[in-house]
C-alpha cells in the first residue's frame, strides 16, 4: 500500500523569504501523481500544486513549485516570498494513475503547519 | 458557480445518537469523495461515488457508517451509535469526472464532536 510521509509537524518563515516543506511516499507503481493542497483555518483544502511522475520537469505555480526526485520518491514544496496568508496546514497526497480499484483515492501525509511571520 | 456545500457547519452529539451529515456536490461533477480528518492527522478515505457505478466503500471505518447518493448529486454520510472516537471533521470533495488528472474540489467540512 501506498504511504505518504510529511516529516515536519511545524515550520515557521520570515515573510518574504523562502520555506521548502518535505514529503517523501512510498509507493511500487511508476504512473501516479502527487499533490500540495494548502488548509486554512476555513478547513477547505485548496489544491496549490501537482506532478505527473512521468513529467520530468518540476511543476510551478507562480510563488509555489516543486523538487520531484521520482528516484528517491521525494516531493517537496517551495514557497517563495512567503506572505502571510500562505499561513495554513499543508498536505502532501498521492493519487494512483491506475485506472480501476480506488482511483479516486488520495491518500494524504499528515501535514505541516506553517507559520508566516511579519 | 456555487463550491461544494457541506452541513451543518458544526454538529454536536451525544455518544450513541446517530447522525447525518449533507454534501451538496457542484453540479455537473460526477465524482464524489468523503474523508475523515482526525485532530492531528492527515485526510482519511472514507468513500467514493462515480456516477451510477457502485460506491467504492473501502474505507468505511465500521457498518456504523454509510453513505448515499441520490440522483447522482448530494450525499448523506450517515454514523448510527456515534462513538467518541467519530469526533472528527469529516470533508466531502467532488471531481468532474473520476480521472486521475481531474482535480478535487474540497468543502469547507462538517465537524463532527460527540459528548
Redesign the interface.
Known amino acids: 500500500a501506498q504511504t505518504?510521509t510529511?516529516s515536519q509537524p511545524e515550520m515557521s518563515v520570515q515573510e518574504a523569504e523562502t520555506v521548502t516543506l518535505s514529503c517523501t511516499y512510498d509507493t511500487s507503481e511508476s504512473d501516479?501523481?502527487l499533490f500540495w493542497y494548502k488548509q486554512p483555518p476555513?478547513?477547505?483544502?485548496?489544491?496549490v500544486i501537482?506532478q505527473?511522475a512521468y513529467k520530468q520537469q518540476n511543476a510551478t505555480e507562480n510563488r509555489f513549485s516543486v523538487n520531484f526526485q521520482k528516484a528517491a520518491k521525494s516531493f517537496s514544496l517551495k514557497i517563495s516570498d512567503s506572505q502571510l496568508g500562505d499561513a495554513a496546514m499543508y498536505?502532501c497526497?498521492y493519487?494512483?494513475?491506475n485506472?480501476g480499484?480506488?482511483?479516486?483515492?488520495?491518500?494524504?501525509?499528515?501535514?505541516t503547519k506553517l507559520s508566516v511571520k511579519p | 458557480g456555487a463550491?461544494v456545500s457541506q452541513s451543518p457547519s458544526n454538529k454536536v452529539t451525544e455518544k450513541g445518537k446517530d447522525v447525518e451529515l449533507r454534501c451538496d456536490p457542484i453540479s455537473g461533477h460526477t465524482?464524489l469523495?468523503w474523508?475523515r480528518q482526525s485532530l492531528?492527522?492527515?485526510?482519511?478515505?472514507l468513500i467514493?461515488f462515480?456516477g451510477n457505478s457502485a460506491p467504492?466503500k473501502?474505507?468505511l471505518p465500521s457498518d456504523r457508517f454509510s453513505a448515499e447518493r441520490t440522483g447522482g448529486s448530494v450525499s448523506t454520510l450517515t454514523i448510527q451509535r456515534t462513538q467518541q472516537e467519530d469526533s472528527a471533521?469529516y470533508?466531502c470533495?467532488s471531481?468532474l469526472r473520476?480521472r486521475?488528472?481531474s482535480?478535487?474540489h474540497?468543502?469547507?467540512?462538517t465537524?463532527l464532536t460527540v459528548t
Open positions: 505518504v510529511q501516479y501523481y476555513s478547513r477547505q483544502m485548496i489544491l501537482r505527473e498536505f497526497a493519487r494512483s494513475a485506472y480499484g480506488s482511483q479516486g483515492n488520495l491518500i494524504f501525509g499528515k501535514g | 463550491g465524482a469523495y474523508y492531528g492527522q492527515g485526510l482519511e478515505f467514493y462515480q467504492d473501502s474505507g471533521v470533508l470533495a471531481s473520476a486521475v488528472d482535480p478535487l474540497f468543502g469547507n467540512g465537524r
